[in-house]
């Protein structure tokens, strides 16, 4: 018998193991003595939320609250603006991942920057960046490098191997963000400011993309400092119904602490070799600023100094001034975990995927193009 990749799959989308989840889900939340909001951290599962209806299958007194795992989305307008203009450059190649290309800064998209003559790439693995850098020998060739940890090894990967195939002529921008970092601001500003930041976090959803580069180590102070259980689980709805199953029982049998919902791959160490690559090049930042959430200590990574001949952030002049966000965009509060997309004025008329008008309508993982997407669907919960 051949196994495609389709069936492995499946077996994570199974209506029926779906509905057995929701069934043990409604009976479990019954004797729970108040409701549970529960922030799935990352883009990737809210898509994984909507797309399967599962706000559906919840019984009232478990909500998801959506979170600011998305790099595009939390990418501010300032740094679109550095790749903007590092793209306008004569004898510049700039390369990025995903929807970077359409998230519009204050000058105007790459794609936009691309429509008048820029020569922007869209590239789906950063060692990608390697061949353009080889047949455009006379081109710099620079990486605006976005994302997680999950694509942080890979942006490593590559300074490696153009080091050891002495490739000169790539350079970097360095924009990788941390999970831990903005879930413990996200916590803090509640706890500091709880009549602003009212976001009402009980238990956190870890992407477990994550947590195959750095282990489920990572969130061990949430259940500890912070009290609040992080279950560590996979993107499909079997996966998503299952950690939540898992924080219900937790918070019944007054447990709290860091599980694994998907041991397919993750462990607590995560990926030893990825995370000493990523440490070889890579150094926090002292802060880091993430739209609609301001600068968050140590939570992006920088090229260490022995590397600064290689940083285009260091090599080009590039404007420091903070730049705002459209007055009528809140993705800021939907990052926080404080509205939800169908709240904003704007959504799905002024701002839709065809025209946005703020990131999370960008992104394909972003919180309002997902509702805006899968709207059809969530009308039916309302
Ligand atoms: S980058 Fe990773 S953590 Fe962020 S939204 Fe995408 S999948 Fe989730
Ligand atoms: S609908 Fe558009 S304008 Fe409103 S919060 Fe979302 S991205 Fe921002």
Not at 17 to 23: D, G, N, Q, Y
Not at 70 to 94: F, G, N, S, T, W
Not at 220 to 245: I, Q, S
Not at 337 to 345: I, S
């Amino acid at each position: 018998m051949v196994v495609e990749l389709k069936d492995f799959y499946e077996k994570f989308r199974d209506p029926k193991a779906i509905k057995a989840l929701s069934k043990a889900i409604n009976q479990e939340a019954q004797k729970l003595d108040h409701p549970i909001n529960i922030m799935e951290v990352c883009g990737g599962h809210t898509h994984t939320i909507m797309k399967y209806g599962l706000l559906q299958l919840l019984p009232k007194n478990i909500r998801f609250i959506h979170g600011p795992g998305c790099p595009v989305c939390i990418m501010p307008k300032e740094r679109i603006d550095h790749a903007y203009i590092l793209a306008m450059q004569e004898d510049v190649i700039l390369c990025t991942l995903g929807d970077m290309i359409k998230v519009p800064g204050s000058r105007g998209s790459l794609q936009d920057a691309r429509s008048k003559g820029a020569d922007v790439r869209f590239v789906y693995s950063p060692l990608d960046v390697l061949k353009i850098a080889k047949e455009n020998p006379t081109k710099k060739i620079i990486f605006f490098a976005i994302g997680f940890e999950t694509t942080t090894p890979m942006t490593a990967a590559l300074i490696e191997n153009a080091l050891k195939q002495n490739i000169k002529n790539i350079f970097y921008h360095i924009n990788h963000v941390t999970v831990p970092e903005v879930m413990r601001e996200l916590i803090d500003s509640r706890d500091e400011h709880i009549d602003s930041y009212n976001n009402q976090i009980d238990a956190f959803l870890g992407p477990s993309h994550v947590s195959v580069i750095t282990g489920s180590k990572i969130y061990e102070e949430f259940p500890t400092k912070y009290k609040r259980p992080v279950v560590v689980a996979g993107f499909e709805p079997v996966d998503v119904m299952e950690g939540v199953l898992m924080i219900i029982r937790q918070f019944l049998e007054d447990r709290c602490e860091v599980e694994i919902q998907y041991k397919r791959s993750v462990n607590r160490d995560g990926n030893l070799n990825a995370q000493k690559l990523i440490e070889k090049y890579f150094e926090k930042r002292e802060l880091f600023k993430w739209r609609g959430l301001g600068n968050i200590p140590k939570s992006a990574w920088r090229l260490k100094d022995e590397y600064e001949h290689l940083d285009a952030e260091k090599l080009y002049s590039l404007p420091k001034e903070e730049i705002e966000d459209h007055k009528l965009c809140i993705c800021g509060d939907i990052l926080r975990g404080m509205a939800k997309p169908t709240e904003c004025q704007v959504f799905g008329t002024a701002c839709t995927p065809q025209k946005p008008l703020g990131s999370c309508m960008v992104s394909s993982e972003g919180a309002c193009a997902a509702y805006y997407k899968y709207g059809n669907l969530l009308q039916e919960v309302q």
